[in-house]
């Protein structure tokens, strides 16, 4: 079946960097665009943060993220990575890898905090 198991949250500073990682399996990872969205605290909704498509030739943002976040993939370890760079009290929330083969489907999450 399929999984998303995402790592790598934690609590760091403003102006800190988090990687985060999201190892798939249970789909055809390198024929699918894979997503990372984030779940704000007390929010009803996840909001997309970007989007890799699928050999990793075109990236998408959210304006809020935008210069600061890179999205990235290793197609061999059937993994997506979300490298978040000066990081902001707002960028706190759970933080999830998603993909279209199973738009249902959600993994935990991993918890980012972002706090002097």
């Known amino acids: 079946q399929v999984q998303l198991v995402e790592s790598g949250g934690g609590l760091v500073q403003p102006g800190g960097s988090l990687r985060l990682s999201c190892a798939a399996s249970?789909?055809?990872?390198?024929?699918?665009?894979m997503d990372w969205y984030r779940q704000v605290p007390g929010g009803k909704e996840r909001d997309l943060v970007a989007?890799?498509?699928?050999?990793?030739?075109?990236?998408n943002y959210a304006a809020s993220v935008s210069g600061r976040f890179t999205i990235s993939r290793d197609n061999a370890k059937n993994t997506v990575y979300l490298q978040m760079d000066n990081l902001k009290p707002e960028d706190t929330a759970v933080y999830y890898c998603?993909?279209?083969?199973?738009?249902?489907?959600w993994g935990r999450g991993t918890q980012v905090t972002v706090s002097s």
């Open positions: 989007t890799i498509t699928s050999y990793g030739d075109d990236l």
């Open positions: 998603h993909t279209l083969y199973k738009p249902k489907f």
């Open positions: 249970g789909f055809p990872f390198s024929a699918y665009a």
